[in-house]
């Protein structure tokens, strides 16, 4: 009786991530041409972030400026390290690892934009004083509707701050440790064994980016009605679909991989392919939003009004509707 179990399975399907020189020698035409039109992206992302921070440093005053090249910069750093890892396989722990911090930097100078469009933390606590926020956001209390309005304090926007500051910094620290553990052989992503140092660092890293998350969406949630004027909410919306991209699309790439449902194609094993095609996508995705992200961010805004002159403008506005068909029916 044969055994159905013995599969024949290509030795270089269980090999290591090809160097770099064996990608480049394994090109054919159609591989040539991909991975320049891919290089040829990542360095106009990069090229485009570049002429946006310029213009940034010249219009914008301090310290804004400065959190506006953070937030502006998430698009092309992916996109470069994504570069950097599509033609260097064996490199994708440590592209991967500088990304991520990147963007867990990103999600805290999101907060402190929203809190400097109002003109910093003394200014948003005046336009706020006497308020009270809504806490059942997602994504950690979406389907809590029955907590409590929290008032506006400057002890609340200090909570806030460190909730979003602790992932940029435990994030890094925790993808240096997995460096660490990766080169003294000890962490593998593939190994699911409740013994491997990466079954408990990635649910510590799920744990900190919900937890960052939150008072970013409480923030955006409760503030922008009256950010609309600076196209914030295409802005938000611009960083949470950075932030799918990156964090779950990759994700579930990884999965595919290492259930193979990604097929092996030597000398790319099945890890190796999944990371290869989610470097390829990230860069495709990354050069797009930093298009998109350029036309937003193009142009100065008007500083927000008062509350006192944005009830003016709304009361101008009510009694010009009213008297217009008075005036209407004079004209008659």
């Not at 394994?26 to 106009?44: A, H, I, K, Q, W």
């Not at 990147?102 to 934009?113: D, G, I, Q, R, S």
């Not at 929203?114 to 200014?123: Q, S, V």
């Not at 699309?249 to 190796?272: D, E, F, V, W």
Request: net charge neutral.
């Amino acid at each position: 009786m044969e055994d159905e179990h013995n599969v024949t399975v290509d030795p270089a399907c269980l090999q290591a991530p090809p160097l770099a020189i064996d990608v480049v020698t394994g090109l054919g035409v159609f591989g040539t041409v991909l991975f320049s039109m891919l290089t040829l992206m990542s360095v106009m992302s990069l090229l485009l972030y570049l002429e946006q921070c310029a213009y940034i440093y010249r219009k914008l005053p301090y310290p804004k400026k400065t959190t506006l090249m953070w937030v502006n910069g998430a698009a092309p750093a992916i996109a470069t390290m994504s570069c950097f890892g599509m033609w260097m396989p064996r490199a994708v722990i440590f592209t991967d690892m500088v990304s991520n911090s990147y963007f867990a930097v990103v999600v805290y100078k999101v907060l402190v934009l929203l809190i400097e469009e109002f003109g910093g933390t003394d200014a948003f606590l005046k336009r706020y004083s006497g308020e009270t926020f809504k806490i059942s956001v997602g994504p950690c209390c979406c389907c809590c509707p029955c907590l409590p309005r929290v008032p506006v304090t400057r002890r609340l926007i200090f909570w806030m701050k460190a909730g979003t500051l602790q992932y940029a910094i435990l994030k890094t620290a925790m993808s240096i440790l997995s460096i660490i553990l990766w080169t003294n052989g000890n962490f593998d992503p593939s190994d699911m064994d409740v013994t491997s140092p990466s079954i408990w660092i990635n649910p510590i890293v799920g744990v900190l980016t919900i937890t960052s998350l939150w008072p970013v969406a409480i923030m955006f949630m409760n503030t922008n009605n009256k950010l609309r004027s600076v196209r914030m909410v295409q802005k938000y919306a611009l960083y949470q679909l950075v932030l799918v991209l990156s964090q779950l699309q990759t994700s579930i790439i990884n999965i595919l991989a290492l259930n193979g449902t990604i097929a092996c194609s030597p000398p790319y094993s099945s890890q190796a392919r999944g990371a290869m095609l989610s470097q390829q996508m990230m860069i495709c995705e990354m050069f797009i939003i930093t298009v998109v992200t350029r036309f937003l961010y193009r142009r100065t805004y008007d500083p927000l009004p008062l509350d006192g002159q944005e009830d003016n403008q709304q009361n101008h506005h009510v009694c010009l509707q009213d008297t217009k068909p008075y005036q209407e029916a004079g004209d008659i």
